[in-house]
């Protein structure tokens, strides 16, 4: 129930799934929406704190899962599936897995990179001290370049990601949606 | 005991006179200094700081500024303070820090008066210390807030005090990036005065 089987997801890996994917697409739409918005309203300075306490929170939920899918077995692609499709779903999985850690990661470096020097305080309840990167307006600009664009290749792939998971559904028919939703039993 | 209650009359005389001695020279100093006194912004330096978690915090001046004040030699409390503040002139020697706090988010120097004090009120507290109270406008908002002063130099027609408080930033609207920086702002300032 709780762990994977050769054919099917346990309820810890349905369950990381689904939250950090809500997260990170939540994650993201805010990312993307603050970035364009004036630096000196009220608002986005608080929006700016939100996302950087959501990130750090995807990123230990990220470790956790990281952990987690590394005590269990991936459970096997569906028998038909050619060759090609299924090396190109595991990249995909393996890349959103990357990208769940490198992302917020490179945020954090964003942050701790900035001359504004402004402090971390997760929730208003933990304080997140700064990665020891280079503090200058160049290293902000060289983090934020690469925070903003490792966010939209992920974004990218999630989209693949989700029209495969569409395809096997509606089309192939094959019900692989089912196994993201019902835990496998033993 | 014969001797104490024969000379208890000149003791009296003596502790009073003791007594009496404290303030009248004092009262003598400010005589001396009374008058209207304009602020010099070059001899003056209005600093603040905010604290912020983890350690550390903003550091800063304000450049521009304008004042004066009045001594009143016969009763202190009668003294006045004014004094105009361009938020806008904020240094913290980082530009972008400086840009928000001119910002919308905290003066929003452009849209907004200029910060502005004036007394209320003046309690002496110390030989040469002494309270100030009175309304502190920021963002067109007036709260009352004190201060407290101490007399550092008195030179020719010039007469400088060290003047310190804290001010909470929420009722001004300015309470942006609470709790990562304190609701407090700590002043320490020095103004020096010229007598007309």
Same mark, same amino acid.
Request: net charge positive; charged share 20%; hydrophobic share 50%.
């Given at each position: 129930?709780?762990?994977?089987?050769?054919?099917?997801?346990?309820?810890?890996?349905?369950? /990381?799934?689904?939250?950090?994917?809500?997260?990170?697409?939540? =994650?993201?739409?805010?990312?993307?929406?603050?970035?364009?918005?004036?630096?000196?309203?009220?608002?986005?300075?608080?929006?700016? =704190? !939100?996302?950087?306490?959501?990130?750090?929170?995807?990123?230990?939920?990220?470790?956790?899962?990281?952990?987690?899918?590394?005590?269990?077995?991936?459970?096997?692609?569906?028998?038909?599936?050619?060759?090609?499709?299924?090396?190109?779903?595991?990249?995909?999985?393996?890349?959103?897995?990357?990208?769940?850690?490198?992302?917020?990661?490179?945020? !954090?470096?964003?942050?701790?990179?900035?001359?504004?020097?402004?402090?971390? /305080?997760? /929730?208003?309840?933990?304080?997140?001290?700064?990665?020891?990167?280079?503090?200058?307006?160049?290293?902000?600009?060289?983090?934020? /370049?690469?925070?903003?664009?490792?966010?939209?290749?992920?974004?990218?792939?999630?989209?693949?990601?989700?029209?495969?998971?569409?395809?096997?559904?509606?089309?192939?028919?094959?019900?692989?949606?089912?196994?993201?939703?019902?835990?496998?039993?033993? | 005991?014969? #001797?104490?209650?024969?000379?208890?009359?000149?003791?009296?005389?003596?502790?009073?006179?003791?007594?009496?001695?404290?303030?009248?020279?004092? #009262?003598?100093?400010? &005589?001396?200094?009374?008058?209207?006194?304009?602020? &010099?912004?070059?001899?003056?330096?209005?600093?603040?700081?905010?604290?912020?978690?983890?350690?550390?915090?903003?550091?800063?001046?304000?450049?521009?500024?304008?004042?004066?004040?009045?001594?009143?030699?016969?009763?202190?409390?009668?003294? &006045?303070?004014?004094?105009?503040?361009?938020?806008?002139?904020?240094?913290?020697?980082? &530009? %972008?820090? @400086?840009?928000?706090?001119?910002?919308?988010?905290?003066?929003?120097?452009?849209?907004?008066?200029?910060?502005?004090?004036?007394?209320?009120?003046?309690?002496?507290?110390? #030989? #040469?210390?002494?309270?100030? @109270?009175?309304?502190?406008?920021?963002?067109?908002?007036?709260?009352?807030?004190?201060?407290?002063?101490?007399?550092?130099?008195?030179?020719?027609?010039?007469?400088?005090?060290?003047?310190?408080?804290?001010?909470?930033?929420?009722?001004?609207?300015?309470?942006?990036?609470?709790?990562?920086?304190?609701?407090?702002?700590?002043?320490?300032?020095?103004?020096?005065?010229?007598? %007309?």
């Amino acid at each position: 129930m709780l762990r994977n089987t050769k054919s099917g997801y346990g309820l810890v890996a349905i369950f /990381f799934h689904w939250l950090i994917a809500a997260l990170f697409l939540g =994650q993201a739409a805010l990312g993307f929406y603050m970035a364009d918005l004036p630096p000196d309203e009220a608002l986005v300075f608080t929006l700016f =704190q !939100w996302h950087k306490s959501l990130g750090l929170l995807i990123l230990v939920l990220a470790l956790l899962r990281l952990f987690w899918f590394a005590m269990n077995r991936m459970p096997e692609l569906p028998g038909p599936m050619p060759v090609r499709e299924k090396r190109a779903a595991r990249l995909a999985h393996l890349s959103l897995y990357a990208a769940i850690v490198a992302v917020p990661l490179t945020g !954090w470096a964003l942050v701790s990179a900035s001359p504004l020097a402004i402090p971390t /305080f997760a /929730f208003n309840l933990v304080v997140v001290p700064h990665l020891p990167v280079t503090v200058s307006e160049a290293a902000e600009a060289f983090w934020g /370049f690469i925070h903003g664009n490792l966010a939209k290749l992920a974004l990218l792939v999630a989209l693949l990601h989700i029209a495969a998971a569409l395809r096997h559904e509606f089309i192939l028919r094959d019900g692989l949606i089912r196994r993201m939703i019902r835990p496998a039993r033993e | 005991m014969m #001797d104490f209650n024969r000379k208890f009359p000149v003791f009296c005389l003596l502790l009073a006179s003791a007594l009496a001695t404290v303030p009248a020279r004092a #009262d003598l100093l400010l &005589e001396q200094a009374a008058g209207r006194y304009v602020i &010099e912004p070059g001899r003056s330096k209005l600093g603040f700081s905010v604290s912020q978690v983890g350690g550390g915090g903003i550091k800063g001046v304000f450049k521009t500024f304008s004042g004066s004040f009045l001594i009143d030699g016969g009763d202190i409390s009668r003294s &006045e303070v004014s004094i105009s503040v361009d938020p806008g002139s904020v240094d913290t020697g980082a &530009e %972008r820090v @400086d840009a928000f706090i001119r910002g919308k988010a905290v003066f929003d120097a452009k849209r907004k008066p200029p910060v502005r004090f004036r007394t209320t009120k003046v309690t002496r507290t110390g #030989d #040469d210390t002494a309270r100030i @109270d009175g309304l502190l406008n920021a963002r067109g908002i007036d709260k009352p807030a004190h201060f407290d002063i101490r007399l550092l130099e008195r030179r020719g027609r010039r007469i400088t005090f060290r003047v310190s408080g804290t001010i909470r930033r929420a009722p001004y609207d300015m309470q942006i990036g609470y709790p990562i920086y304190s609701n407090k702002v700590d002043f320490d300032m020095v103004f020096t005065g010229r007598r %007309r």
